[in-house]
């Protein structure tokens, strides 16, 4: 009875040990901020949410899903129909294409420098695109070509119905050229970006809003077609 006692008292003592021991490691772990921003950028590119559900203990992944979907649609009215009278099929078909391009974004998150408490810079490597430079020179000439043909009388009606007219040849034109360009996609010299991943006051990790702003620029050229 004594020896029975005694081995539970040890086993008692070893249970304690163990999640003693598992309770200090899982306080010293240290955050895989590697894997967070790959998280994030398959969320954002890919529409891949697997690796973001590990990093969040409050969004499911519908809420993820969500989250990429508002991305792209955020993208596409500000960057391709902002301004511009544009049927819901036609939106939808734009939005569509630059899921398209995301998709085949080329990315890879390499190496993690820990910079202070709770904070780290990560190196994203990426291939730029020719899209968008493309898209928009052939956009700029396919208006000029509409400005043509309205100075030929080409267009037939009322001052607002040649308006209409040339509108929705423009956004059927412009759709046309995004879906041919992004099928001829090319892929430009291998660059390097640095972002922040950092702690909040909420002790929520997040990748810094202006370094993925520029990661997007970046990878789809768009600074080269902004005024």
Same mark, same amino acid.
């Given at each position: 009875?004594?020896?029975?006692?005694?081995?539970?008292?040890?086993?008692?003592?070893?249970?304690?040990?163990?999640?003693?021991?598992?309770?200090?490691?899982?306080?010293?772990?240290?955050?895989?901020?590697?894997?967070?921003?790959?998280?994030?950028?398959?969320?954002?590119?890919?529409?891949?949410?697997?690796?973001?559900?590990?990093?969040?203990?409050?969004?499911?992944?519908?809420?993820? @899903?969500?989250?990429? $979907?508002? /991305?792209?649609?955020?993208?596409?009215?500000?960057?391709?129909? +902002?301004?511009? %009278?544009? =049927? !819901?099929?036609?939106?939808?078909?734009?939005?569509?294409?630059?899921?398209?391009?995301?998709?085949?974004?080329?990315?890879?998150?390499?190496?993690?420098?820990?910079?202070?408490?709770?904070?780290? @810079?990560?190196?994203? $490597?990426? /291939?730029?695109?020719?899209?968008?430079?493309?898209?928009?020179? +052939?956009?700029? %000439?396919? =208006? !000029?070509?509409?400005?043509?043909?309205?100075?030929?009388?080409?267009?037939?009606?009322?001052?607002?119905?040649?308006?209409?007219?040339?509108?929705?040849?423009?956004?059927?034109?412009?759709?046309?050229?995004?879906?041919?360009?992004?099928?001829?996609?090319?892929?430009?010299?291998?660059?390097?970006?640095?972002?922040?991943?950092?702690?909040?006051?909420?002790?929520?990790?997040?990748?810094?809003?202006?370094?993925?702003?520029?990661?997007?620029?970046?990878?789809?050229?768009?600074?080269?077609?902004?005024?």
């Amino acid at each position: 009875m004594r020896k029975i006692k005694r081995l539970q008292k040890f086993a008692g003592m070893i249970l304690m040990l163990f999640f003693t021991a598992g309770a200090l490691t899982a306080c010293g772990k240290a955050f895989d901020a590697k894997g967070f921003v790959e998280a994030k950028l398959d969320q954002m590119f890919q529409g891949d949410v697997t690796k973001a559900l590990t990093f969040t203990e409050k969004e499911t992944k519908a809420d993820l @899903e969500k989250e990429y $979907e508002t /991305e792209i649609i955020s993208f596409v009215d500000r960057n391709i129909i +902002g301004g511009m %009278q544009v =049927s !819901e099929g036609m939106r939808n078909d734009f939005i569509e294409v630059c899921r398209q391009i995301f998709l085949v974004m080329r990315y890879e998150v390499t190496e993690v420098e820990e910079t202070g408490k709770h904070e780290y @810079e990560v190196s994203v $490597e990426y /291939e730029p695109v020719d899209v968008f430079p493309k898209f928009v020179t +052939g956009v700029q %000439q396919d =208006s !000029e070509e509409i400005m043509q043909k309205a100075k030929n009388g080409e267009y037939k009606g009322t001052e607002k119905e040649i308006n209409e007219q040339m509108q929705t040849e423009f956004i059927r034109h412009s759709y046309e050229l995004l879906n041919t360009y992004w099928k001829e996609i090319s892929y430009g010299k291998e660059k390097t970006l640095k972002v922040t991943v950092a702690r909040n006051e909420k002790k929520e990790y997040a990748i810094a809003d202006e370094d993925l702003d520029e990661l997007i620029v970046k990878i789809l050229r768009l600074d080269e077609i902004q005024d």
